[in-house]
Structure formats: structure tokens, C-alpha cells
């Protein structure tokens, strides 16, 4: 079932892109490194895409893409079954490409304590708050 939400959304990476590229499924998840995602993941809220460029795995900078998907979405059952019902975080998922139509030059962080305590939790396999 697709979800109803008009946008704008987002993506967070490390991950050096350009607009044009598509992001797709297929890439080891950045929580749990024994897991190959059959999703791609977004949000219509640039601090959880902020969230998730923080978390993820690479040496780049952390970056927000704004992107639009190419085919159907749904609601994050991750986040919005698990731990948000009604999906208050507008989390998304697709298993077709998301395109990068621009970048954000700023979004508001959270707290460095917070992402390293994520990142704690994270390492010691208890889990992640937003994908």
C-alpha cells in the first residue's frame, strides 16, 4: 500500500552523489552489517535524514539528498509498527530507486551525545531509533 505523503523527501548518507543519481536496495544496512537492505529508506523530516546520514558507515561527510522516489513507497513498518505507531517520524520505504534532486546545506543536528549513544546501542546490536 503506498503511503500518502507529498513530499518533500529525504536521504541520508555518507555517500558523495550527484542529482540525477538513484539511490537503490541491494547494500548492507548500516546497522546491522550481516543484512543486505531490500529497501531503500527516506523521510519527509531533514533531522531524522540528518539522524541517519550521521549513522552511516563511510568516511565521507554526512549528507541530506532530497529525493523523490521513482515508483510506489509505504510506511516504514520498522519504525511506524515497532515503535511510532501512525508514523509521527513520516519514515518511508521502497524496493524501486529513489532519485537525488538536490542536497541541504544545513539541517538541525541532534545532540553529538545522542548520536553517540545511538552509535553505542547500534554497536552493542540493541538496535536503531530511525532507518
Do not use: C
Amino acid at each position: 500500500m503506498a503511503a500518502l505523503d507529498a513530499g518533500p523527501f529525504f536521504h541520508g548518507t555518507k555517500a558523495d552523489l550527484q542529482v540525477g543519481d538513484l539511490l537503490t536496495a541491494g547494500f548492507r544496512s548500516n546497522y546491522d552489517a550481516s543484512v543486505v537492505m531490500n529497501h531503500i529508506y527516506f523521510t519527509s523530516l531533514p533531522k531524522g535524514a540528518g539522524l541517519a546520514a550521521e549513522m552511516a558507515k563511510g568516511s565521507g561527510r554526512p549528507r541530506v539528498y532530497v529525493v523523490e522516489p521513482v515508483g510506489d513507497f509505504e510506511d516504514d513498518p520498522n519504525v511506524t509498527d515497532k515503535k511510532f505507531p501512525g508514523n509521527p517520524t513520516r519514515s518511508y520505504r521502497s524496493s524501486q530507486p529513489l532519485r537525488v534532486v538536490g542536497e541541504l546545506d544545513t539541517w538541525e543536528p541532534y545532540e553529538s551525545e545522542f548520536i553517540e549513544n545511538l552509535r553505542s546501542r547500534v554497536a552493542a546490536g540493541m538496535g536503531a531509533i530511525i532507518n
